[in-house]
């Protein structure tokens, strides 16, 4: 099972359709040790943590905490938006160096002017994305994989994306956009359009990630499908460890954990996460 966990809500982007990872507002009351010390704990637990934001390279923990997963055998993994890794490459040399397994990077366009409109960045910020992901390439190889989001803005620009992907080796990720995070009420495109503008046909679904599966020329296309949300779809193996110190589901249950953090009580820890995870 994978812990995936979010380090910071600050973000160096304001996508016009961000999640928040369907945390909301999140005050950061974890610290460095309080990330370490859930770490150590719950290894029974999970096999993976995913470090995420807001942006996770903007966390001053994250390599720190690459190296304490690593110490206690899980499997590493980041969600990102490349840019810090665009602007450094000796930055990207240390989250390798920490022990990181794998990076998954955001790609919403491979046009300038519609990563600006969906991201809201300027200046050199599309230059650092598509850069990072060249960076990320050259030292984690396979071990990395796009992700985007299909939208009328960029829906044009996925033949584009998926290119892209076959020429740098590596998978491609395609969430749909989610009504209630289309801020504008005008982005929104079914996914059933993203499988025809590619083609798909014959997908298999993979229930551990909760994604429906196709290759193309070599490349796997994953479609994230609406987890938890209906009786027809997969629930994914992962929950989520807030900044505040809460666990949280796709069903949007969460329990608090912060005191049982801050004062290093594992035994009780494990009594509430035993309870949530229904063990």
Avoid: H
Avoid at 37 to 57: A, L, M
Wanted: net charge neutral; with cysteine; glycine share 6%.
């Amino acid at each position: 099972m994978r812990l995936r966990m979010s380090l910071t809500q600050k973000c160096n982007l304001a996508c016009v359709f961000c999640s928040k990872e369907g945390l909301g507002k999140r005050e950061q009351t974890m610290d460095s040790e309080d990330y370490k010390f859930v770490i150590r704990s719950v290894r029974k637990y999970f096999d993976e943590i995913d470090f995420t934001g807001g942006e996770p390279t903007l966390s001053n923990y994250l390599v720190d905490l690459i190296k304490e997963a690593k110490d206690n055998n899980y499997f590493t993994w980041m969600d990102t938006n490349g840019i810090k890794l665009g602007k450094d490459i000796e930055y990207c040399k240390r989250l390798k160096e920490a022990g990181l397994d794998r990076i998954t990077i955001s790609v919403l366009a491979t046009d300038q002017q519609i990563y600006n409109d969906l991201t809201g960045a300027n200046g050199k910020l599309f230059y650092f994305n598509q850069q990072g992901l060249k960076n990320a390439v050259k030292l984690f190889g396979k071990n990395v994989d796009i992700n985007t989001v299909f939208t009328k803005k960029n829906s044009q620009d996925m033949i584009n994306i998926l290119k892209l992907a076959e020429k740098l080796s590596v998978d491609l990720r395609v969430l749909e956009l989610v009504g209630k995070y289309d801020k504008t009420n005008n982005l929104y495109v079914p996914i059933s359009e993203f499988k025809q503008i590619m083609n798909l046909n014959g997908g298999t679904i993979n229930k551990k990630t909760c994604d429906e599966e196709y290759f193309v020329n070599g490349i796997k296309i994953m479609i994230r499908l609406p987890a938890g949300l209906g009786e027809d779809t997969p629930e994914p193996d992962f929950v989520w460890l807030t900044p505040d110190g809460y666990i949280k589901n796709v069903r949007g249950e969460e329990l608090y954990l912060l005191d049982e953090i801050k004062s290093r009580n594992k035994q009780e820890l494990e009594k509430k996460i035993n309870k949530f995870l229904n063990l």
